[in-house]
C-alpha cells in the first residue's frame, strides 16, 4: 500500500532556534500569530509559497523530533490568559495586605508608639503625627537665674497622666526659637521617673546654661523617634 504523503512546514522561533512542524492549512490565508512552547516568544508567520518538505505517513508520526506547532498554538491560546491573571491576582494580594496592614499601623499607630518607642521615625518618615495620647504638660514655667555668674535658663512643668492605666513617659524635648518661630536650639531629658501610674502627676525641672541670645518663645513636648 503507498503511504500517505504529507506536506508540512518546518517553522523556528526566531528567540531560542527551536523547531516545529506545521500544517500549512492552519495558516491560511494570509498567516497568523504563533508562539513558541520552549521560550513563550510570539511571532507572525506567513504560509510559505511553496513546500519545503514532504514527510510519509500521518501527522501523528511526522514529528521527527519536533514539537507539533499545534502545542505552541495552544500555549499561545489557553497559557497566557490564566498566567496573566494569576499575576494580577498576586499582585491584587500584595497590595490589599499592605493597604490592610498599613491602616492597623495608623489605627493603633499611639499603641504602637508606646510599645516601641523607635517606630516613631517610621511615622514620621510617612508624614503621620503620632501623640502619646494620654500624657499632657500643665503649668510649664520659665525663668532666667544666674548660677557662677552665668545665665541658665531653667524650664519646669508637670507631666499628668490622664488614663487608667500606667504609661511610659517619653523624654521632653525643649526648643528654644527666635521671634519669627525659628529654632535656635534644643535638647531633650529623661525624666527621673520613667513611668507614671494611671491619673498620677510628676514634676520635672531641666536648665540650659548660656541659652542663645533672640530665644523669645520656648515649646515643651515629648520628643519623636530618634531627636
Same mark, same amino acid.
Not at 523556528?12 to 500544517?23: V, W
Not at 497559557?79 to 494580577?88: G, I
Not at 507614671?196 to 541670645?213: D, N, W
Given at each position: 500500500?503507498?503511504?500517505?504523503?504529507?506536506?508540512?512546514?518546518?517553522?523556528?522561533?526566531?528567540?531560542?532556534?527551536?523547531?516545529?512542524?506545521?500544517?500549512?492549512?492552519?495558516?491560511?490565508?494570509?498567516?497568523?500569530?504563533?508562539?513558541?512552547?520552549?521560550?513563550?516568544?510570539?511571532?507572525?508567520?506567513?504560509?510559505?509559497?511553496?513546500?519545503?518538505?514532504?514527510?510519509?505517513?500521518?501527522?501523528?508520526?511526522?514529528?521527527?523530533?519536533?514539537?507539533?506547532?499545534?502545542?505552541?498554538?495552544?500555549?499561545?491560546?489557553?497559557?497566557?490568559?490564566?498566567?496573566?491573571?494569576? %499575576?494580577?491576582?498576586?499582585?491584587?494580594?500584595?497590595?490589599?495586605?499592605?493597604?490592610?496592614?498599613?491602616?492597623?499601623?495608623?489605627?493603633?499607630?499611639?499603641?504602637?508608639?508606646?510599645?516601641?518607642?523607635?517606630?516613631?521615625?517610621?511615622?514620621?518618615?510617612?508624614?503621620?503625627?503620632?501623640?502619646?495620647?494620654?500624657?499632657?504638660?500643665?503649668?510649664?514655667?520659665?525663668?532666667?537665674?544666674?548660677?557662677?555668674?552665668?545665665?541658665?535658663?531653667?524650664?519646669?512643668?508637670?507631666?499628668?497622666?490622664? %488614663?487608667?492605666?500606667?504609661?511610659?513617659?517619653?523624654?521632653?524635648?525643649?526648643s528654644l526659637r527666635d521671634a519669627e518661630g525659628l529654632e535656635l536650639y534644643y535638647w531633650t531629658v529623661v525624666l527621673d521617673?520613667?513611668?507614671?501610674?494611671?491619673?498620677?502627676?510628676?514634676?520635672?525641672?531641666?536648665?540650659?546654661?548660656?541659652?542663645?541670645?533672640?530665644a523669645q518663645d520656648i515649646e515643651v513636648r515629648f520628643a519623636e523617634g530618634a531627636e
Open positions: 500500500m503507498t503511504p500517505r504523503v504529507t506536506r508540512f512546514m518546518i517553522l523556528t522561533c526566531p528567540s531560542c532556534s527551536s523547531r516545529y512542524l506545521a500544517d500549512p492549512a492552519s495558516l491560511q490565508p494570509s498567516g497568523r500569530m504563533v508562539r513558541c512552547a520552549n521560550c513563550g516568544h510570539s511571532w507572525f508567520q506567513k504560509p510559505a509559497d511553496d513546500m519545503p518538505r514532504s514527510v510519509a505517513g500521518s501527522a501523528a508520526s511526522a514529528n521527527d523530533g519536533l514539537m507539533s506547532l499545534d502545542t505552541a498554538m495552544d500555549g499561545h491560546r489557553h497559557s497566557r490568559f490564566p498566567v496573566a491573571v494569576s %499575576t494580577l491576582a498576586l499582585w491584587v494580594l500584595l497590595i490589599g495586605a499592605l493597604i490592610g496592614f498599613g491602616a492597623i499601623a495608623y489605627q493603633y499607630r499611639v499603641e504602637i508608639v508606646r510599645g516601641w518607642p523607635q517606630t516613631a521615625s517610621l511615622y514620621d518618615l510617612f508624614g503621620v503625627e503620632v501623640n502619646v495620647a494620654g500624657l499632657e504638660f500643665r503649668d510649664v514655667t520659665n525663668n532666667l537665674e544666674t548660677q557662677d555668674g552665668l545665665s541658665v535658663l531653667a524650664v519646669r512643668g508637670t507631666v499628668v497622666n490622664l %488614663t487608667d492605666q500606667a504609661l511610659p513617659i517619653p523624654r521632653v524635648r525643649i521617673q520613667t513611668r507614671i501610674e494611671a491619673g498620677a502627676t510628676t514634676e520635672f525641672i531641666t536648665r540650659l546654661s548660656s541659652p542663645p541670645l533672640g
